[in-house]
């Protein structure tokens, strides 16, 4: 096992969980500061050039963990690998962020969905070579289709 480190630390506009925008159709527009730490601002060179990023950061605040759950917008369980839940059996969060800017050692993001005070682990280009068309969607998919069926849209 690994022990992880924190290479700085998020500061976003939620200071409780259920402020962040959640379920079906979310939108994640917020704007947050990366906050890098000194010893790691080398490492940031050249990431003007990508216009989206991976952040790996930590659920620091969550206890515990469930394999199966119910997420808050379906009614249906499933397992822990199949949601964006906090409760993993390794706090690990992944979210892609949209780089608005760099000064110095602060990255200015757009998208963050991460409580204020968040550690950071991790940052890595945006990069994907799966078509759009090639992307499923699972059981999220599913429960989209049930609720337009169920509202007549």
């Known amino acids: 096992m690994f022990t992880s480190r924190s290479i700085g630390r998020v500061a976003t506009p939620y200071t409780e969980s ?3 925008p959640k379920g079906l159709g979310a939108k994640h527009a917020a704007e947050g ?13 050249d990431i003007e050039g990508f216009s989206h990023l991976f952040l790996l950061w930590e659920f620091d605040r969550s206890e515990g963990f469930d394999l199966v ?10 397992g822990v690998f199949a949601t964006r839940s906090p409760r993993r059996p390794n706090p690990v969060g992944l979210t892609v ?3 608005i800017r760099r000064d110095g050692r602060v990255l200015h993001v757009r998208g963050v969905d991460m409580l204020d005070g968040t550690p950071i682990l991790d940052i890595k280009p945006y990069l994907s070579s799966i078509p759009q068309e090639k992307l499923r969607r ?14 007549g849209s």
Do not use: N, Y
């Not at 500061?33 to 060179?45: K, N, T």
């Not at 759950?69 to 369980?77: A, H, L, S, Y």
């Open 97 to 99: 962020v949209e780089l």
């Open 138 to 151: 699972g059981w999220l998919a599913e429960a989209e289709a049930r609720r337009e069926s169920a509202t």
């Open 69 to 78: 759950g119910r997420p808050p917008i379906d009614d249906r369980p499933h």
């Open 33 to 45: 500061r990366l906050e890098i730490l000194p010893e790691f601002e080398a490492g940031l060179m």
């Open 18 to 20: 259920k402020q962040i």
